[in-house]
Each structure stands twice: as C-alpha cells, then as structure tokens.
C-alpha cells in the first residue's frame, strides 16, 4: 500500500489524499495535537468510497510526545512506529514511563490506561520521578 506520510496533516487534508493513496499517516505534531489527530483517524475510517488504512507516528521527539502517540495506536489499522524518543539523547528527554515495547513481537503495552503514566523527570512532587537535576 501507499501511505501519505508529510503530506497528511490535518483532517482536512484526509479527503485529498483519498484518491491518490490507500492510507495515512498520522502524527500528532502535524496535526497539532491529540484531538485533531483523533479527527483526522476519524476522516481517514470514513472516508469514501474507501476508508483509507491508518498508520500512526510520531517525529524525532521525547519519550512524552512518542507516549501519547502510543495511545492513538488502537485506532490503527495497519500499525505505526513510536521511535521519535530513539533519535533524542537520553539527558534532553526529560520524561520517562508511558509505554512499553516487547523487541520481539513488536507489542505495544500501555503502562497505565487511565492516562498517559509519564513521569516529569525534572520536577518533583506527587507521581514525579527525578531522573536528572537541570539547572536553570
């Protein structure tokens, strides 16, 4: 199959892509954030005549943006990548948590489905974990 990759934004570019490929792939960075990318997973399901396949991704980032990406993965039809946080040195990644991968099957486990379960690596307070002091 095709996908559109830097060309799927938006939900409104969904209904331009659907006569040119057979799915998208839809990143939260691009579509500017949770809701708009649950709209544009919405557009892509309905789309007509033929629902286009869903992918979702993520761009270089923290473990934060690849989390939160991580919970969009159940409305993919064909699958979707959460490497962003693999390209980022580890001391700028200031969250850690979120979501575990088995290397071998290439499941994804959410840690905690009630929300997103990342940690502030930075702070400290209630729920955080300091992974490393910054100074400001």
Known sequence: PIFADESCGTSAD???????VHGVNIKLEKCG????ALRAVRAA???EPTPLLVWIGVMVGS???????????????FGGDLDGWCLVDPLSDFFEGGF???HDSGLVTL???????INNSIGGGSGVTLKQKVSQ
């Not at 969904?14 to 006569?19: K, N, P, S």
């Not at 954030?33 to 708009?36: A, D, L, Q």
């Not at 473990?63 to 039809?77: D, E, G, M």
């Open 14 to 20: 969904i209904a331009a892509l659907g006569d040119v």
């Open 33 to 36: 954030g949770y809701r708009e």
């Open 45 to 47: 399901q309905t789309q």
């Open 63 to 77: 473990t934060l943006n690849s989390s939160l990406a991580a919970q969009l993965l159940p409305a993919a039809s």
């Open 100 to 102: 575990d991968v088995d």
């Open 111 to 117: 840690n905690n489905t009630t929300n997103i379960n």
